[in-house]
Nanobody, 116 residues
Framework: QAQLVESGGDLVQPGGSLRLSCAASDVTFSLYRMSWYRQAPGKERELVASITDFGGSTEYSDSVKGRFTISRNNDLDMVYLQMNNLRPEDTAVYYC?????????WGQGTPVTVSS
């Protein structure tokens, strides 16, 4: 059973930056497609960014494209989300996800609040 632990969530002012981290354990990390999702209060969970197993391809939701960057380090079993120019509408709990075939794992989430 894989374990994913997110960190880095915080309160930040609009226009600020944060870097989220997700540490994976008990999993062959390099096999997994890694993604960040978020869920705002009263809304459904949505995909924010995704990166393929060896990082050759990334994708982003339209709402974060150009502001957020997903990356991974397969030597450290880590995935990151660099978030720049944050907006109040980015406020949500951010979740790390690992997917390989039918295997699908979630972290517990880290909260991000963008407010002045």
């Amino acid at each position: 059973q894989a374990q994913l632990v997110e960190s880095g969530g915080d309160l930040v002012q609009p226009g600020g930056s944060l870097r989220l981290s997700c540490a994976a354990s008990d999993v062959t990390f390099s096999l997994y497609r890694m993604s960040w999702y978020r869920q705002a209060p009263g809304k459904e969970r949505e995909l924010v960014a995704s990166i393929t197993d060896f990082g050759g391809s990334t994708e982003y939701s339209d709402s974060v494209k150009g502001r957020f960057t997903i990356s991974r380090n397969n030597d450290l079993d880590m995935v990151y989300l660099q978030m720049n120019n944050l907006r109040p509408e980015d406020t949500a709990v951010y979740y790390c996800n690992a997917k390989f075939g039918e295997l699908n794992y979630w972290g517990q989430g880290t909260p991000v609040t963008v407010s002045s």
